[in-house]
């Protein structure tokens, strides 16, 4: 009988055990260019849980990809920290805070732009519509749409410019051989007007 009760008392205890340092992490904040090569999910310690470590063990989710995170386990206290994880692409942006894990090539685009559900393992799942492609605002699970605040787990918070660069617009041809000639003509004139005269 006590073994019974021993043995059935572990089986309850041990799923508490793994679930407790990781189920108070919530999907916070998505961001995406047009073209989804530049994306990052924030997550957020949501309950002031300090031993919530497990969040680098955890896997994140979208309609399409499944993303292992397989980073270990993070350093306590972990209460109201944020993780990030994101493309190569958006880390190698001007004012982009290192990722704790960057999404693989095979697994961009991660979510849709056009709305798609992200849950992290099964105690999380956020289910948003579309996401701004202009490469400036993020969509908040708490605010909304606004201007985008990556966040690490070090606490570094940035803000990107993803934003598409306008080109620069090329003269044609004969308009630079006839600008060329016009600057030379003035450069001519100028050392002619300018050479001393002698007497």
Known sequence: MRVLLFTGLISVL????????????????????????????????????????????GTVSSNTRNLPIANGPVAPPTTNKSYLLATAAFAALSGAPTPDKIIPAGSVPFFNTAGDTVSFVGFDAWTFGAVPTDGINSRDRMSGIGTNTPKNYAGTQGQVNAAPQPAV??????MVAFALLLVMGVGIGYLVTARPTTR
Do not use: C, K, M
């Open 169 to 174: 617009p090329l003269l044609p041809g004969p």
């Open 14 to 57: 041990v799923p508490i055990a793994a679930a407790a340092g990781i189920h108070t992490w919530d999907v916070r904040e998505v961001f995406s260019n047009a073209d989804g090569t530049i994306q990052y999910v924030e997550l957020w310690e949501a309950d002031g849980g300090a031993g919530e470590t497990g969040v680098g063990n």
